[in-house]
């Protein structure tokens, strides 16, 4: 069972962490939404204009990417109950409330939650370009830019990107569609599968022996010598943080769809699979204010790379990293296998989220095997590290009494599973995934 840690001292929490067992950690320092938003330093307008830029690329995605057709080219991802899944794990605690999941795992484009803040940075850059040039008004039908002028006038800038994998997938797909000279450099952990289809659509892929922050590291010194380059900085970018927003702003409107309601006396928990930190930060950021205080949002990481819970806890946040204790930040999870979170993610979450919690490799394969064999649902281990979360928050008494939270009132809330990636997984690694869990 995972042991629940909350205000002990910084020094046990990182001894907690070096024994590689899975814990949760509960934030101290959560405030209200309004006051915690705050040191954000980014706004609801901001949230929005994101979304109306998406909408102004929306024509050129269904072009680009027909896959998006019957979204209109918006890059959204379904909402579904998982009540068999909910079984399963009820056999061994009980879970108060619904379960749920958010299938970022299949979204369009590239099969991971990076469609969502990968794809808007190249499409915020590209905008910007093109504007300058008078390509394009604000008022145009995007699609333009796949013409063979604007592929010309893409094809002398670069982009690049330091990536674990899903992250490169999704940027640099979408700059090779447009024409960019893309590079990706891929960290040791990175999956085959993935360099084999960059390179198959003209992307330059470049393979270092060592992690995620390592390949970051290279890329950013390789743009930095070349003015004609955009670095894209996943450990810092606010662009990219903001295209997750979006997730957030959007599901209001998904949960009224299914007759589902967040307030005081339904609460929403989400669960999000963390690697630097701009994909869960930025959709709690966008969940934050889209529900107020009505959502709670709990960051999950591998026990071998626990670095947002090491950063938050200890205060820290990018001055320290996993490998300075002693942890190897080698998981199979590969869109989480990252040392030191980003510091601009963990300080706007300081005052945001509920907590953090870890969980071994062995963890997420059984629930990988777990959601197949109940839901019939396939997706990479990273994108199960979110459904530790149910059990986590049914368990936590305290937690519940610090919230005001009755059982009544746990028993209408509402789990969110945000699943973030394995749609585009080939067959066999999916075959050899479901081989490492063990079924109960
Ligand atoms: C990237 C990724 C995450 C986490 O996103 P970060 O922005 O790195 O925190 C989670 N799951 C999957 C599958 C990912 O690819």
């Known amino acids: 069972m995972t042991e629940s840690i909350d205000a002990k001292p910084a020094l046990s929490i990182v001894t907690e962490l070096q024994s590689l067992r899975e814990i949760a950690w509960f934030n101290p320092n959560l405030t209200s939404a309004e006051e915690g938003l705050k040191p954000v330093g980014l706004t609801r307008a901001d949230a929005e204009g994101a979304e109306a830029r998406l909408q102004r690329f929306a024509p050129l995605l269904v ?15 379904d909402l579904v109950a998982a009540p068999l899944m909910q079984a399963e794990l009820e056999k061994t605690a009980p879970i108060l409330g619904q379960l749920w999941i958010k299938k970022d795992s299949h979204l369009p484009i590239s099969g991971s939650i990076k469609a969502r803040g990968g794809i808007y940075e190249v499409l915020f850059h590209a905008e910007k370009l093109a504007l300058a040039a008078g390509l394009i008004t604000p008022s145009v ?104 927003s979006v997730a957030g702003l959007r ?9 589902i309601i967040v307030d005081a006396d339904h609460p929403l928990f989400v669960y999000l699979p963390c690697g630097v930190g701009g ?100 997706l990479e281990p990273s994108a199960l590290a979110g459904m530790r979360g149910p059990h986590i928050t049914s368990a936590e008494h305290a937690y519940w009494v610090q919230h005001g939270f009755s059982a009544e009132i746990m028993a209408k809330s509402t789990h969110l599973v945000w699943a973030t990636g394995g749609g585009m997984v080939p067959d066999s690694e999916m075959q050899r995934y479901l081989a490492q869990g063990k079924l109960r």
């Not at 072009?63 to 991802?77: D, H, L, Q, R, V």
């Not at 470049?206 to 743009?223: F, I, N, S």
């Not at 930060?281 to 107020?292: D, E, I, R, S, T």
């Not at 989480?336 to 510091?343: D, W, Y």
Request: negative net charge; charged residues 20%.
């Open 63 to 77: 072009k680009a990417f027909p896959e998006t057709a019957n979204t209109g080219g918006i890059i959204e991802s």
């Open 251 to 259: 599901l209001p409107k998904q949960l009224q769809d299914k007759g």
């Open 141 to 244: 039908d995007y699609s333009i830019l796949l013409s063979p002028e604007c592929r010309q006038f893409f094809s002398q800038h670069k982009i690049a990107v330091g990536s674990t994998g899903n992250l490169g997938l999704s940027i640099g797909i979408m700059s090779a569609r447009l024409g960019f000279q893309v590079t990706v450099h891929m960290s040791a952990d990175a999956r085959q599968w993935k360099k084999d289809k960059l390179r198959s659509q003209g992307v330059i892929v470049m393979e270092y022996e060592q992690d995620y922050g390592v390949a970051v590291e290279q890329g950013r010194k390789g743009a930095e010598s070349d003015p004609a380059c955009f670095f894209i900085d996943d450990e810092n970018s606010r662009t990219l943080f903001l295209g997750y």
């Open 279 to 378: 994909g869960p930060g930025g959709v709690a950021f966008g969940l934050k204010l889209a529900f107020g205080d009505h959502v709670h949002c709990f960051f999950a990481e591998p026990t071998h790379s626990p670095c947002m819970l090491l950063g938050m806890s200890t205060g820290l946040h990018d001055g320290i990293a996993v490998q300075d204790i002693g942890i190897d930040n080698k998981t199979a999870a590969d869109g989480l296998a990252v040392g030191r979170a980003s510091g601009f993610v963990g300080r706007a979450m300081e005052q945001l989220i509920d907590g953090c919690y870890t969980l071994s490799d062995q963890s997420m394969y059984d629930l990988l095997a777990m959601l197949d064999h109940s839901e019939g649902l396939q």
